[in-house]
């Protein structure tokens, strides 16, 4: 689902609220919108991108400022399903973040077992869902139903599961679900 010029990605990290100097993962941070601005509002302290696509991940590693964040350690790309993240420590993410993900997540209780792991205490996953994936074909988009995503998150024991109100209009109009690892 890469549309538009990710406005509606960049409003959804504007609402994140951290911890300084977070560490972070992105799935499919894809033409890495949202990615920027983490990396310049968050001031993360290690940003993990998780991204499938091989020609994503090459526009990101191509791109000066991520190359840049890349040098320095900061930033890394991987094409890793996120179904087995080993590479990451367990309880040593704060933040984990998908825009227009979770519909692909396939079975969806395989991944967020993962996040779970790789979550700190209090650490947060956020994804950014929009309502026109409904109406997609449902063998590709495969988790649409809000509520059944965040009974899956609560399942591995996520607490705090959360359905946002709608966010911006329009083509662009987005919700949050969040969930948090409990301390």
């Not at 001031?43 to 000066?64: Q, V």
């Amino acid at each position: 689902m890469s549309m538009g010029n990710g406005a509606d990605s960049i409003d959804a990290v504007s609402l994140i609220k951290t911890v300084n100097s977070p560490v972070i993962v992105e799935l499919g941070p894809g033409a890495g919108y949202s990615l920027r601005k983490m990396l310049s509002d968050l001031k993360p302290s290690k940003i993990y991108g998780i991204e499938i696509s091989d020609a994503f991940r090459k526009a990101l590693a191509a791109d000066d400022e991520f190359a840049a964040s890349i040098s320095s350690g900061v930033l890394s790309l991987h094409g890793n399903d996120a179904t087995k993240l080993d590479f990451i420590p367990d309880n040593s993410v704060d933040i984990i973040f998908g825009f227009n993900v979770i519909y692909f997540l396939d079975p969806l209780n395989v991944y967020v077992k993962e996040m779970y792991r790789i979550l700190k205490p209090d650490g947060q996953v956020i994804f950014g869902v929009k309502d026109i994936a409904k109406t997609m074909e449902t063998s590709v988009y495969i988790n649409t139903d809000w509520k059944v995503c965040l009974d899956e998150m609560k399942s591995v024991g996520f607490v705090d599961e959360t359905q946002g109100e709608e966010k911006l209009e329009g083509p662009l109009a987005y919700t949050l679900l969040t969930a948090k690892k409990p301390q």
